[in-house]
């Protein structure tokens, strides 16, 4: 029914639906994780750091979620399944890793589902991000990546996981000291999934000609991601709370400043420092390395070094008036 499903949709997108393509391509592309990641940062650097953690920290940990799902079920993507599937050529660069739980889908629940299941938001606004999380979804299937269960699972552990994180921050907003509690049941269940991901046994199914259909051992790398991600930022959250509280209650020019140097950095430590982490450190432990630093960098390296430059910056301003 599933392969049923995604034939019609393709019929309908090689035909008139083509000019949709383009349209649900881009939708894709701002379920994607980097996207995802550099929104979220954004948030937490400039405009809320109590709404930029909750997204942060629930993002990384559905992270974790589906990639122990990906890893658990090792289902094959829809093309493996079935010759009859031929996928949107630019959506395949961003179909890694097994097939379900779709981790665009997750993604948006995440970020845009995320936001829209908050009150405290307009309902406009709610209602807006509702629709673009299932546009996401619903493009997955459009453009032949994923089924509908990929996509559906993948909506509703995203929400879930937001709906326990938001439950989570309540509960240590009230008893502060729990964050430490919070951050070693985090980073041990993210451990335990990258072991699990490591020596699981993987199918090993064979085409005609004798060519392994799927690398299972490839296909956990997007689960040592979100590992590297979550333990990343559970570390950078808790040493942010105890020694840097920076704050995003800052004038407009402060927070474009931020936006500015936090990007060029982010970009500077993806294209050049990440590359050399892969190469000097391969396999599953440098990705989980590399994520880490990502993150790391976002929730505590970045933070620090502005509170520090804000506060030479106050402390030169106060000196010059009293001159």
């Known amino acids: 029914m599933d392969i049923s499903y995604l034939i019609t949709l393709q019929e309908f997108r090689n035909g008139v639906g083509s000019c949709l393509t383009d349209f649900m391509t881009k939708m894709s592309f701002i379920g994607e994780m980097n996207t995802v990641l550099i929104i979220t940062a954004l948030i937490y650097w400039c405009v809320s750091k109590r709404f930029g953690n909750y997204l942060l920290m629930g993002w990384?940990?559905?992270?974790?979620v589906?990639?122990?799902?990906k890893v658990a079920a090792c289902v094959y993507r829809p093309w493996i399944r079935d010759a009859r599937i031929?996928?949107?050529n630019e959506a395949l660069a961003s179909a890694t890793g097994y097939s379900f739980p779709s981790g665009h889908s997750t993604n948006a629940a995440a970020l845009y589902g995320g936001c829209a299941i908050r009150r405290e938001l307009a309902k406009a606004l709610r209602i807006t991000l509702a629709v673009i999380a299932v546009l996401?979804?619903?493009?997955r299937n459009f453009l032949g990546v994923h089924t509908p269960q990929d996509v559906l699972?993948?909506?509703g552990s995203g929400l879930a996981v937001m709906w326990l994180t938001g439950k989570l921050l309540d509960m240590v907003e009230k008893k502060?000291?729990?964050d430490i509690l919070v951050m070693?049941?985090?980073i041990t269940i993210s451990v335990i999934v990258a072991v699990y991901a490591a020596v699981k046994p993987y199918p090993a199914d064979y085409d005609a000609s004798g060519k392994l259909l799927v690398d299972g051992a490839k296909m956990a790398n997007d689960t040592y991601k979100g590992v590297g991600w979550c333990i990343g930022y559970m570390a950078g959250w808790v040493l942010e709370r105890r020694f840097v509280r920076f704050s995003t209650d800052v004038p407009m020019m402060t927070r474009i400043t931020r936006l500015t140097i936090g990007l060029f950095c982010y970009y500077v430590i993806s294209l050049i420092l990440v590359p050399l982490l892969k190469s000097c450190i391969p396999g599953p432990f440098g990705t989980v390395i590399y994520c880490f630093v990502q993150m790391f960098y976002v929730t505590f390296i970045f933070p620090y070094?502005?509170?520090q430059m804000e506060r030479s910056q106050d402390e030169h301003v106060a000196e010059k008036a009293l001159t």
């Open 153 to 155: 699972v993948g909506l």
């Open 184 to 186: 070693c049941a985090a």
């Open 66 to 69: 589906n990639g122990f799902l």
């Open 305 to 307: 070094c502005v509170k």
């Open 176 to 178: 502060p000291e729990k």
């Open 60 to 64: 990384s940990g559905s992270r974790v």
């Open 136 to 139: 996401i979804a619903f493009s």
């Open 86 to 88: 031929v996928p949107d």
